[in-house]
């Protein structure tokens, strides 16, 4: 079928500055988004208001407004521009509901702009809580048992009659925003008012409360004519009762006997059908692990962080195929852009095991509350791909950046038995590594199963790393054979934890992994299982013995991405990074990108020439530079986490292409700064490095209070403070940061003044 007459001009909104529930996922949907409508000879205007993403670029649309995400502003660019349609899902909850409410107005009816993708009805059947439960009747799928409030006394009653304990979601939200689990009348009123607030139609829905069910989703694609697939299922190793945006996530769904999973799938068709949904959709299901009961629990009939990462853990170009069925286009008309080969109305198929694992910002705010609930915390994300569970959990957890190689957290260790047992029945972010810690020190399955809720499966896993720690320690100095080295890698293990496992040096497992030949190889993601070849795929590393990544000859250079988006690092390093490999291609060379994070532009498929999924620390790194030879690294555009790589990289001899290590370190190392503000006669404020506490007491008595204090190599004022007193420096240093000659201090006096910026640009001549 041809694309919609008269659709020649379409417009695509963006979904604002990034906030907590709302990341990057929308960057890399709208980028994708306009790509995919300019390919079909769409002309695009965009509008956002974020300039630190790659949508608002001047080279993915024809005309970018850098406006308010506002109706007003929209209908002004609207009546100046005069696209013939616009397309709304690709940026989040902002993007509906800017939509739904011009539409309301008439805007669209008296300019003729055609709403494409999916039908304003549907959008109101999926967010209306009252609609959506209706819908759910009408074709007999189980809702759980509801009722929908507009006052704090409506909900009082409706929560009366369900039960306690209930869950409140406000409509038309993201991140489940003003909502959360009650359990009493008092808890009751202070949620709904909060959740009226936050809702647009000031609707809350009262919901009775399943936690500890499984939580189980699909994602699904519908065109226009009712084809429809499902493009992965993803399982929240969490029960229910925690946001999906906070849950540790495997896909495929791993622990569904046959049955359940073919009855979810077909009711997840169902339900995109009967909302008439065109393209992506989120189906959220809970399932009672004791019979074949089920709930839907919600429906996202946008794009969302979930669509991100079913997108990049099977290769499925979600919002690119999305953007095409809004106008018009067929799933089998859409060529499947990974393979080359094979149409996108071919279901994904994945032959190995990925993890998402949430990246939350309670390093930034120490003191906040991390207990893990129906609202949303997380900042970011890391998605890692192994052949088994356990590679791909290990994977992860080195990815996070939380200075952690392996699957145990030191703060655990002194805690008390008591105390590790609410941290198994509350959730918070260090839930799992409790459960190994608990695993550690003997507690059965079944204990931990009735304090958790957490499927056996995964329990059976965890298990099998903690036996495998066992063995390894068991060696410990003694012959490290190559059957148990082996087995540990495969299984996931860094070369440093096996190392601290066994009392040796990481270069010493590194080097005892040259001579015994195990090293790894790299796997693709290719949508199809490898039964098709693929033109744009991107790997995985493990160790097996087949390499499918084989390097090319040609001229090549990687870039290093920035890991998990985390406050203080976001989005903008994805840009940059982005912009590099675009550089890189246009001289001709080839470029590789290293990340992990599944919501950015930078891990698409076809942003690089070569895209690696891997976990950003050494040994990772240098494993992929060993396999690709390229010419030199780039790390100046990953922000911090590149920058702290450039240091190991240069140890291992690998060109640093750009700023010099040196000179990196000159404007990090607080010392040699100050020797080279010294030399160029700059002035700065007086001030010391510290390495212990002792030398931050002496340092900031004689620059005088009030002083700033803050670690060095770190990025955006993470642990920076002012301190105005002896007392508050010394709970600064035993609360905020590790201070030894590893983790210095920065001391300097605190001056109240203006602040100036300026950006600068040298090629090693000329400075502008």
Excluded at 125 to 148: C, H, T, V, W, Y
Excluded at 729 to 739: D, F, G, S
Aim: proline share 5%; aromatic share 8%.
């Amino acid at each position: 079928m041809p694309k919609k007459e008269g659709i020649k001009k379409v417009m695509v909104i963006g979904s604002g500055p990034i906030v907590i529930g709302q990341a990057a996922e929308f960057d890399y949907a709208g980028s994708q988004a306009c790509r995919g409508l300019k390919e079909e000879g769409i002309e695009v205007v965009l509008v956002n208001s974020n300039p630190a993403t790659i949508m608002t670029d001047a080279n993915m649309a024809e005309h970018v407004y850098l406006e308010p995400l506002t109706p007003e502003f929209v209908t002004r660019i609207l009546e100046k521009e005069k696209p013939d349609g616009i397309l709304p899902g690709l940026g989040g909850q902002v993007g509906l509901n800017i939509v739904k409410e011009i539409a309301q107005q008439g805007v669209l009816n008296r300019l003729g702009v055609t709403l494409l993708g999916t039908p304003l009805e549907a959008i109101e059947k999926a967010e209306d809580r009252e609609k959506f439960k209706q819908m759910l009747e009408d074709i007999n799928e189980p809702a759980p048992p509801s009722g929908i409030g507009s006052t704090v006394e409506d909900a009082l009653q409706m929560a009366d009659s369900i039960g306690y304990p209930v869950i409140v979601r406000p409509a038309y939200t993201l991140g489940g925003s003003g909502g959360g689990i009650v359990h009493d009348p008092q808890q009751m009123r202070e949620v709904v008012a909060r959740g009226l607030k936050y809702s647009i139609i000031h609707q809350v829905l009262i919901e009775k409360c399943v936690s500890g069910w499984k939580e189980i989703e699909f994602e699904v694609m519908r065109d226009s004519a009712d084809n429809c697939i499902t493009i992965c299922s993803m399982e929240n190793i969490d029960p229910m009762g925690i946001h999906t945006g906070d849950s540790i996530v495997v896909a495929p769904a791993l622990t569904l006997t046959d049955q359940e999973f073919q009855m979810l799938r077909t009711a997840s068709l169902k339900i995109i059908r009967a909302l008439g949904i065109e393209g992506g959709c989120n189906v959220q299901f809970a399932m009672d692990t004791q019979s074949f009961d089920y709930y839907v629990i919600e429906v996202n009939p946008r794009v969302s962080r979930s669509s991100a990462l079913a997108s990049k853990a099977t290769g499925y170009p979600i919002a690119k195929v999305t953007s095409k069925i809004a106008i018009g286009l067929h799933l089998d008309e859409i060529r499947n852009a990974v393979t080359g080969k094979t149409w996108s109305g071919f279901e994904p198929a994945i032959d190995y095991c990925v993890v998402k694992f949430p990246r939350w910002p309670f390093d930034k705010f120490t003191k906040a509350d991390r207990t893990l609930g129906t609202q949303m915390k997380a900042t970011g994300e890391v998605m890692s791909l192994g052949r088994s569970f356990e590679e791909a959990l290990l994977k992860a957890v080195r990815s996070l950046e939380i200075d952690l190689i392996h699957f145990e957290l030191p703060v655990l260790k002194d805690i008390s038995a008591a105390e590790l047992r609410s941290e198994l029945v509350n959730p918070t972010d260090i839930r799992l590594f409790a459960v190994a810690e608990a695993m550690r020190r003997g507690f059965s399955l079944e204990e931990l199963y009735d304090l958790t809720r957490i499927d056996f499966f995964f329990l059976h896993k965890i298990e099998h790393i903690i036996a495998l720690e066992h063995e390894l320690e068991q060696v410990g100095t003694n012959q490290l054979g190559r059957d148990l080295l082996m087995k540990a890698k495969y299984f996931g293990f860094a070369d440093q934890s096996i190392g601290q496992l066994t009392g040796r040096e990481e270069a010493e497992i590194r080097e005892l992994r040259r001579r015994y030949g195990i090293k790894p190889v790299y796997k693709m993601v290719d949508t199809c299982a490898a039964e098709f070849a693929a033109e744009t795929p991107y790997y995985y590393s493990t160790y097996d013995k087949e390499n499918e990544a084989i390097p090319s000859n040609r001229r090549k250079v990687t870039v290093l991405g920035s890991g998990p988006i985390r406050i203080g690092q976001g989005i903008e390093f994805d840009y940059c990074s982005v912009h590099a490999s675009w550089a890189l291609r246009e001289e001709g060379i080839e470029s590789i990108i290293i990340n992990n994070n599944p919501e950015t532009v930078s891990t698409d498929f076809d942003t690089s020439d070569r895209l690696y999924f891997e976990p950003l620390i050494p040994e990772d790194v240098l494993n992929i530079l060993e396999l690709e030879q390229p010419e030199g690294v780039v790390v100046q555009f990953g922000g911090q986490t590149a920058i702290n790589l450039a240091e190991p990289l240069e140890k291992a001899a690998v060109p640093i292409l750009g700023t010099a290590v040196k000179d990196i370190d000159a404007a990090e190392d607080r010392r040699r700064f100050d020797e080279l503000m010294e030399n160029l006669g700059i002035p700065r404020p007086p001030g010391g490095t510290a390495v212990s506490v002792e030398q931050a007491e002496k340092i900031a008595e004689r620059i005088s209070y009030p002083a700033l204090v803050r670690p060095s190599y770190v990025l955006g004022g993470r642990a920076m403070e002012i301190v105005y007193n002896i007392k508050d420096l010394r709970e600064y240093m035993a609360t905020a940061v590790k201070v030894s000659p590893n983790h210095p201090v920065l001391i300097d006096k605190y001056l109240k003044g203006i602040e100036m910026e300026v950006d600068g640009i040298a090629d090693g001549h000329d400075c502008l």
